[in-house]
Protein backbone atom coordinates (compact mmCIF):
# COMPACT_ATOMS: atom_id res chain seq x y z
CA UNK A 1 0.00 0.00 0.00
CA UNK A 2 1.59 3.29 -1.35
CA UNK A 3 2.40 5.81 2.04
CA UNK A 4 0.00 9.04 2.71
CA UNK A 5 1.23 11.95 0.78
CA UNK A 6 2.03 14.80 3.76
CA UNK A 7 3.09 17.68 1.44
CA UNK A 8 4.61 20.78 3.19
CA UNK A 9 4.28 24.48 2.16
CA UNK A 10 7.76 24.75 3.03
CA UNK A 11 10.11 27.88 4.73
CA UNK A 12 13.17 27.97 6.56
CA UNK A 13 14.46 25.69 8.23
CA UNK A 14 12.29 23.18 7.44
CA UNK A 15 10.20 20.62 10.15
CA UNK A 16 12.34 17.79 10.91
CA UNK A 17 9.58 15.31 10.31
CA UNK A 18 11.95 12.15 12.71
CA UNK A 19 9.99 9.46 13.28
CA UNK A 20 7.93 9.92 10.02
CA UNK A 21 10.68 9.52 7.20
CA UNK A 22 10.47 6.51 5.69
CA UNK A 23 6.39 6.09 6.37
CA UNK A 24 4.95 8.65 4.76
CA UNK A 25 5.83 10.77 1.14
CA UNK A 26 6.83 13.76 1.89
CA UNK A 27 6.45 16.09 -0.50
CA UNK A 28 7.60 19.67 -0.86
CA UNK A 29 5.52 22.81 -2.06
CA UNK A 30 6.29 26.83 -2.44
CA UNK A 31 3.67 29.34 -3.07
CA UNK A 32 4.09 28.75 -6.94
CA UNK A 33 3.84 25.03 -6.70
CA UNK A 34 1.17 24.45 -4.35
CA UNK A 35 -1.59 24.59 -6.37
CA UNK A 36 -0.59 21.67 -8.51
CA UNK A 37 0.30 19.62 -5.59
CA UNK A 38 -2.78 19.76 -3.47
CA UNK A 39 -5.04 17.47 -5.34
CA UNK A 40 -2.44 14.24 -4.76
CA UNK A 41 -1.54 15.58 -1.05
CA UNK A 42 -3.70 13.56 2.37
CA UNK A 43 -2.06 16.15 4.68
CA UNK A 44 -0.95 19.76 3.92
CA UNK A 45 1.53 20.88 6.76
CA UNK A 46 1.67 24.58 6.49
CA UNK A 47 5.00 25.29 7.42
CA UNK A 48 5.00 29.08 5.88
CA UNK A 49 2.74 30.48 8.38
CA UNK A 50 3.53 34.08 6.74
CA UNK A 51 2.38 32.84 3.73
CA UNK A 52 -1.45 33.39 1.66
CA UNK A 53 -0.36 30.69 -0.64
CA UNK A 54 -3.10 28.30 0.46
CA UNK A 55 -6.04 30.68 0.88
CA UNK A 56 -5.20 31.22 -3.00
CA UNK A 57 -4.28 27.65 -4.18
CA UNK A 58 -7.45 26.22 -2.34
CA UNK A 59 -9.95 26.89 -4.93
CA UNK A 60 -9.02 25.58 -7.63
CA UNK A 61 -9.61 22.04 -9.30
CA UNK A 62 -8.88 18.29 -7.85
CA UNK A 63 -8.96 15.99 -4.45
CA UNK A 64 -8.23 18.35 -1.61
CA UNK A 65 -6.01 17.24 1.92
CA UNK A 66 -8.39 15.90 4.66
CA UNK A 67 -6.47 17.14 7.06
CA UNK A 68 -4.71 20.84 6.86
CA UNK A 69 -2.20 21.55 9.85
CA UNK A 70 -0.67 25.03 10.70
CA UNK A 71 2.40 25.32 12.69
CA UNK A 72 1.34 29.21 13.47
CA UNK A 73 -1.74 29.92 15.68
CA UNK A 74 -3.60 32.69 13.32
CA UNK A 75 -5.68 30.40 10.48
CA UNK A 76 -6.88 34.33 9.06
CA UNK A 77 -4.39 33.53 6.15
CA UNK A 78 -5.61 30.23 5.01
CA UNK A 79 -9.35 30.26 5.44
CA UNK A 80 -11.48 31.06 2.21
CA UNK A 81 -14.78 30.00 1.58
CA UNK A 82 -13.84 26.78 -0.44
CA UNK A 83 -11.82 25.56 2.40
CA UNK A 84 -14.53 26.80 5.20
CA UNK A 85 -16.90 24.74 3.82
CA UNK A 86 -15.12 21.56 2.63
CA UNK A 87 -14.88 18.68 4.94
CA UNK A 88 -10.95 18.92 5.66
CA UNK A 89 -10.63 19.32 9.18
CA UNK A 90 -8.12 22.34 9.91
CA UNK A 91 -5.59 22.17 13.06
CA UNK A 92 -3.29 24.55 14.84
CA UNK A 93 -0.10 24.85 16.59
CA UNK A 94 -1.27 24.73 20.61
CA UNK A 95 0.57 24.98 23.81
CA UNK A 96 3.94 26.23 22.58
CA UNK A 97 3.47 29.71 22.62
CA UNK A 98 1.21 30.70 25.35
CA UNK A 99 4.30 31.12 28.06
CA UNK A 100 6.91 33.22 25.85
CA UNK A 101 3.93 35.16 24.83
CA UNK A 102 3.12 35.78 28.52
CA UNK A 103 6.30 36.69 29.60
CA UNK A 104 7.13 38.57 26.87
CA UNK A 105 3.64 40.64 27.88
CA UNK A 106 3.99 40.71 31.37
CA UNK A 107 7.83 41.69 30.90
CA UNK A 108 6.32 44.58 28.83
CA UNK A 109 3.88 45.25 31.80
CA UNK A 110 7.17 45.67 34.20
CA UNK A 111 8.97 47.83 31.79
CA UNK A 112 6.75 50.61 31.46
CA UNK A 113 6.05 50.69 35.52
CA UNK A 114 9.91 51.08 36.01
CA UNK A 115 10.42 53.09 32.85
CA UNK A 116 13.25 51.10 31.51
CA UNK A 117 13.28 52.61 27.95
CA UNK A 118 14.52 56.20 30.16
CA UNK A 119 16.44 54.29 32.58
CA UNK A 120 18.27 52.61 29.04
CA UNK A 121 18.45 56.31 27.92
CA UNK A 122 19.60 58.27 30.81
CA UNK A 123 22.45 55.15 31.14
CA UNK A 124 23.07 55.84 27.39
CA UNK A 125 23.79 59.99 28.53
CA UNK A 126 25.71 59.20 31.27
CA UNK A 127 23.14 60.96 33.37
CA UNK A 128 21.65 60.08 36.94
CA UNK A 129 18.93 61.08 37.28
CA UNK A 130 16.85 59.31 40.15
CA UNK A 131 12.81 59.07 39.73
CA UNK A 132 9.76 57.35 40.94
CA UNK A 133 8.44 54.25 39.56
CA UNK A 134 5.02 52.75 39.36
CA UNK A 135 3.93 49.85 41.62
CA UNK A 136 2.24 47.34 39.18
CA UNK A 137 0.76 45.29 42.73
CA UNK A 138 -2.60 46.56 42.32
CA UNK A 139 -3.11 47.79 39.43
CA UNK A 140 -5.81 47.15 37.07
CA UNK A 141 -5.21 45.16 33.57
CA UNK A 142 -7.80 43.99 30.87
CA UNK A 143 -6.72 41.22 29.08
CA UNK A 144 -8.52 40.72 25.59
CA UNK A 145 -8.47 37.10 24.11
CA UNK A 146 -9.50 34.31 26.64
CA UNK A 147 -7.28 31.54 24.51
CA UNK A 148 -4.06 29.93 25.45
CA UNK A 149 -2.65 33.59 25.20
CA UNK A 150 -4.53 35.66 27.04
CA UNK A 151 -5.20 32.88 29.96
CA UNK A 152 -1.48 32.52 30.56
CA UNK A 153 -0.76 36.52 30.75
CA UNK A 154 -3.34 36.82 33.33
CA UNK A 155 -1.97 33.76 34.81
CA UNK A 156 1.05 35.81 34.88
CA UNK A 157 -0.10 39.13 35.87
CA UNK A 158 -2.54 37.87 38.84
CA UNK A 159 1.31 36.10 40.03
CA UNK A 160 2.23 40.19 39.78
CA UNK A 161 -0.31 41.42 41.83
CA UNK A 162 -2.30 42.87 39.21
CA UNK A 163 -6.01 42.64 39.06
CA UNK A 164 -6.85 41.01 35.84
CA UNK A 165 -10.09 40.92 33.81
CA UNK A 166 -10.30 38.69 31.14
CA UNK A 167 -12.47 38.80 27.66
CA UNK A 168 -13.71 36.26 25.68
CA UNK A 169 -16.35 36.91 22.73
CA UNK A 170 -19.35 36.23 25.08
CA UNK A 171 -19.10 36.62 29.44
CA UNK A 172 -19.63 32.98 30.90
CA UNK A 173 -18.68 31.55 34.38
CA UNK A 174 -15.30 33.51 35.12
CA UNK A 175 -14.82 35.50 31.59
CA UNK A 176 -16.16 38.85 30.76
CA UNK A 177 -18.00 39.23 27.27
CA UNK A 178 -16.74 41.47 24.78
CA UNK A 179 -20.18 43.44 25.59
CA UNK A 180 -17.88 44.26 29.35
CA UNK A 181 -14.69 45.78 27.17
CA UNK A 182 -15.80 49.63 26.91
CA UNK A 183 -16.30 49.90 30.69
CA UNK A 184 -13.24 47.57 31.43
CA UNK A 185 -11.03 49.37 29.40
CA UNK A 186 -12.43 52.74 30.77
CA UNK A 187 -11.03 51.73 34.35
CA UNK A 188 -7.95 49.97 33.29
CA UNK A 189 -4.18 50.71 33.50
CA UNK A 190 -3.73 47.88 30.91
CA UNK A 191 -4.89 47.03 28.06
CA UNK A 192 -3.44 43.47 26.49
CA UNK A 193 -4.94 42.13 23.41
CA UNK A 194 -4.38 38.84 22.33
CA UNK A 195 -7.35 38.25 19.94
CA UNK A 196 -7.11 36.27 16.54
CA UNK A 197 -7.86 38.21 13.08
CA UNK A 198 -11.16 37.42 12.50
CA UNK A 199 -14.40 39.49 10.52
CA UNK A 200 -15.73 41.18 14.50
CA UNK A 201 -11.79 41.61 15.43
CA UNK A 202 -10.55 43.39 12.57
CA UNK A 203 -9.94 46.88 13.74
CA UNK A 204 -11.46 46.31 17.21
CA UNK A 205 -8.87 49.15 18.92
CA UNK A 206 -9.94 52.45 16.66
CA UNK A 207 -10.18 55.71 17.47
CA UNK A 208 -13.04 55.15 19.45
CA UNK A 209 -11.58 52.77 21.50
CA UNK A 210 -8.29 54.23 22.61
CA UNK A 211 -10.25 57.39 23.19
CA UNK A 212 -11.94 55.41 26.36
CA UNK A 213 -8.47 54.77 28.27
CA UNK A 214 -7.20 56.67 31.34
CA UNK A 215 -4.52 59.03 30.19
CA UNK A 216 -2.57 56.85 32.50
CA UNK A 217 -3.22 53.72 30.94
CA UNK A 218 -0.83 51.28 28.19
CA UNK A 219 -1.70 49.29 25.68
CA UNK A 220 0.09 46.13 24.35
CA UNK A 221 -0.66 44.01 21.36
CA UNK A 222 0.51 40.73 21.30
CA UNK A 223 -2.34 39.25 18.97
CA UNK A 224 -2.97 40.08 15.55
CA UNK A 225 -2.05 43.45 13.84
CA UNK A 226 -4.74 44.18 12.09
CA UNK A 227 -7.29 44.10 15.54
CA UNK A 228 -5.59 47.53 15.99
CA UNK A 229 -6.06 51.13 13.60
CA UNK A 230 -2.28 51.38 13.66
CA UNK A 231 -3.38 55.55 12.79
CA UNK A 232 -5.45 55.95 15.50
CA UNK A 233 -3.13 54.21 17.48
CA UNK A 234 -0.22 56.74 16.60
CA UNK A 235 -2.89 60.04 17.07
CA UNK A 236 -3.82 58.96 20.53
CA UNK A 237 -0.43 58.63 21.82
CA UNK A 238 0.29 61.97 19.88
CA UNK A 239 -3.18 63.71 22.29
CA UNK A 240 -1.73 61.58 25.03
CA UNK A 241 -5.49 59.93 25.36
CA UNK A 242 -3.36 57.08 26.92
CA UNK A 243 0.31 56.92 28.57
CA UNK A 244 2.67 54.59 26.29
CA UNK A 245 1.91 51.52 23.88
CA UNK A 246 3.81 48.37 22.56
CA UNK A 247 3.41 46.54 19.44
CA UNK A 248 4.81 43.10 18.61
CA UNK A 249 2.35 42.36 15.68
CA UNK A 250 1.69 44.75 13.19
CA UNK A 251 -1.09 45.19 9.78
CA UNK A 252 1.78 44.99 7.67
CA UNK A 253 4.73 42.57 8.10
CA UNK A 254 7.87 42.65 8.53
CA UNK A 255 7.25 46.63 9.39
CA UNK A 256 8.86 48.95 6.65
CA UNK A 257 11.99 50.33 7.39
CA UNK A 258 10.51 53.61 6.60
CA UNK A 259 7.44 53.28 8.54
CA UNK A 260 6.48 56.34 10.88
CA UNK A 261 5.66 54.00 13.90
CA UNK A 262 9.19 53.68 14.39
CA UNK A 263 9.74 56.88 15.69
CA UNK A 264 6.24 57.54 17.94
CA UNK A 265 6.95 58.67 20.83
CA UNK A 266 5.93 56.90 23.31
CA UNK A 267 5.28 53.46 21.52
CA UNK A 268 7.55 50.40 22.12
CA UNK A 269 7.91 48.10 18.52
CA UNK A 270 9.39 44.64 18.80
CA UNK A 271 9.46 42.13 15.54
CA UNK A 272 6.77 39.71 16.10
CA UNK A 273 8.98 37.83 18.28
CA UNK A 274 7.32 37.32 21.68
CA UNK A 275 6.37 33.94 20.78
CA UNK A 276 9.63 32.94 19.52
CA UNK A 277 11.95 31.04 21.75
CA UNK A 278 15.41 29.44 20.76
CA UNK A 279 13.81 25.54 19.84
CA UNK A 280 11.01 26.21 18.51
CA UNK A 281 10.87 24.88 15.73
CA UNK A 282 11.85 21.58 16.48
CA UNK A 283 8.92 21.64 18.98
CA UNK A 284 6.40 22.54 16.17
CA UNK A 285 7.87 19.57 14.21
CA UNK A 286 7.88 17.33 17.23
CA UNK A 287 3.83 18.73 17.91
CA UNK A 288 3.13 17.77 14.61
CA UNK A 289 4.78 14.66 14.09
CA UNK A 290 2.46 13.45 17.41
CA UNK A 291 -0.57 14.76 15.88
CA UNK A 292 0.57 12.96 12.85
CA UNK A 293 0.16 9.92 14.33
CA UNK A 294 -2.88 10.33 16.25
CA UNK A 295 -4.43 11.02 12.56
CA UNK A 296 -2.64 7.72 11.25
CA UNK A 297 -4.32 5.49 13.65
CA UNK A 298 -8.00 6.94 13.38
CA UNK A 299 -7.80 8.99 16.78
CA UNK A 300 -9.61 12.27 17.10
CA UNK A 301 -6.89 15.62 16.53
CA UNK A 302 -6.54 18.07 19.12
CA UNK A 303 -6.69 21.40 18.18
CA UNK A 304 -9.24 21.74 15.75
CA UNK A 305 -9.77 25.20 14.68
CA UNK A 306 -13.59 26.15 13.98
CA UNK A 307 -13.46 27.45 10.59
CA UNK A 308 -16.64 29.18 10.78
CA UNK A 309 -15.66 31.29 14.39
CA UNK A 310 -11.74 31.56 12.83
CA UNK A 311 -10.53 30.10 15.95
CA UNK A 312 -10.15 27.10 18.47
CA UNK A 313 -13.60 27.65 20.34
CA UNK A 314 -11.77 28.24 24.40
CA UNK A 315 -13.48 26.31 27.56
CA UNK A 316 -14.01 28.21 30.86
CA UNK A 317 -11.15 28.81 32.86
CA UNK A 318 -9.27 26.04 35.02
CA UNK A 319 -9.51 26.22 38.51
CA UNK A 320 -7.68 29.20 40.16
CA UNK A 321 -8.12 31.82 37.20
CA UNK A 322 -11.06 34.26 37.97
CA UNK A 323 -11.76 37.15 36.48
CA UNK A 324 -13.07 39.74 39.24
N1 LIG B 1 3.07 37.70 19.01
C1 LIG B 1 3.32 36.41 18.88
O1 LIG B 1 4.46 35.97 18.70
C2 LIG B 1 2.16 35.44 18.99
C3 LIG B 1 2.40 34.11 19.37
C4 LIG B 1 1.30 33.26 19.56
C5 LIG B 1 0.01 33.72 19.28
N2 LIG B 1 -0.16 34.99 18.84
C6 LIG B 1 -1.50 35.50 18.53
O2 LIG B 1 -2.24 35.68 19.73
C7 LIG B 1 -3.65 35.65 19.41
C8 LIG B 1 -4.37 34.78 20.40
O3 LIG B 1 -3.98 33.44 20.22
P1 LIG B 1 -4.58 32.28 21.14
O4 LIG B 1 -3.98 31.02 20.65
O5 LIG B 1 -4.48 32.64 22.57
O6 LIG B 1 -6.14 32.33 20.91
P2 LIG B 1 -7.07 32.09 19.63
O7 LIG B 1 -7.44 30.67 19.59
O8 LIG B 1 -6.46 32.71 18.44
O9 LIG B 1 -8.31 33.01 20.07
C9 LIG B 1 -9.39 32.55 20.77
C10 LIG B 1 -9.87 33.58 21.76
O10 LIG B 1 -10.20 34.83 21.13
C11 LIG B 1 -11.47 35.23 21.60
N3 LIG B 1 -12.16 36.11 20.69
C12 LIG B 1 -12.51 35.89 19.40
N4 LIG B 1 -13.17 36.94 18.91
C13 LIG B 1 -13.26 37.84 19.92
C14 LIG B 1 -13.84 39.13 20.04
N5 LIG B 1 -14.50 39.69 19.02
N6 LIG B 1 -13.73 39.77 21.22
C15 LIG B 1 -13.11 39.21 22.27
N7 LIG B 1 -12.52 37.99 22.22
C16 LIG B 1 -12.61 37.32 21.06
C17 LIG B 1 -12.22 33.92 21.76
O11 LIG B 1 -13.33 34.14 22.59
P3 LIG B 1 -14.25 32.93 23.13
O12 LIG B 1 -13.52 32.44 24.34
O13 LIG B 1 -15.54 33.58 23.47
O14 LIG B 1 -14.33 31.90 22.04
C18 LIG B 1 -11.15 33.07 22.38
O15 LIG B 1 -11.08 33.30 23.78
C19 LIG B 1 -3.74 35.16 17.96
O16 LIG B 1 -3.91 36.26 17.10
C20 LIG B 1 -2.36 34.57 17.70
O17 LIG B 1 -2.01 34.61 16.33
C21 LIG B 1 0.88 35.86 18.72
Known sequence: MPHPVLLVLDA??????????????????????LAGQLPAADVLLVWDTASDAVRKAWPGPGARPRWVHTAGTGVDRLLCPELIASDTVLTRARGLGERPVAEYAAGLVLAFAK????????QRLRRWRPREGEEVAGSRAVVVGAGPVGREITRLLHGLGVTVALVGRTARRTLHGVADLDRLAARADWVIAAVPLTEST????????????????????VGHGATVVEADLVDALDRRWLAGAALDVFEDEPLDGRSPLWDVPGLL????RSGNTVGRHDRLGEQFVAMYEQWAQGGPLPHVVDKRLGHVPSRDLPEGVAAP
Open 202 to 221: RSMFDRRFFGLLQPSARFVN
Open 115 to 122: DLPGTLEL
Open 269 to 272: VSAH
Open 12 to 33: DPSPRLGRLTGRVDVRYADASS
